[in-house]
């Protein structure tokens, strides 16, 4: 015998309008769980829900001084160049 199903629930159906003007509300009950699919002209055009994993906070600037850039970045070998600038 197989082992029941969680309740799953299917996403709720939501017009890109209704969406739009009721933002903050929909933002609220993703937050809480909740799932929605975009409309726009009986056509899904997307899906919002919370995210699988957690997204991890960028912190700026934590790679400082771990990267160089190469004193010759900005220059070209001549080879490259001429073929630039002749289009070959």
């Not at 912190?59 to 850039?69: C, H, M, Q, S």
């Amino acid at each position: 015998m197989s082992e029941p199903r969680p309740n799953v629930s299917s996403p709720r159906r939501v017009g890109v309008r209704e969406f739009r003007g009721n933002l903050t509300f929909f933002l609220k009950q993703v937050q809480d769980g909740q799932r929605f699919v975009l409309m726009s002209h009986h056509k899904v055009v997307a899906e919002i829900g919370p995210p699988s994993v957690d997204v991890a906070v960028r912190k700026p600037g934590a790679l400082r001084g771990k990267i160089r850039v190469s004193d010759d970045f900005d220059s070209l070998p001549a080879d490259v160049l001429k073929a630039m600038e002749d289009g070959t």
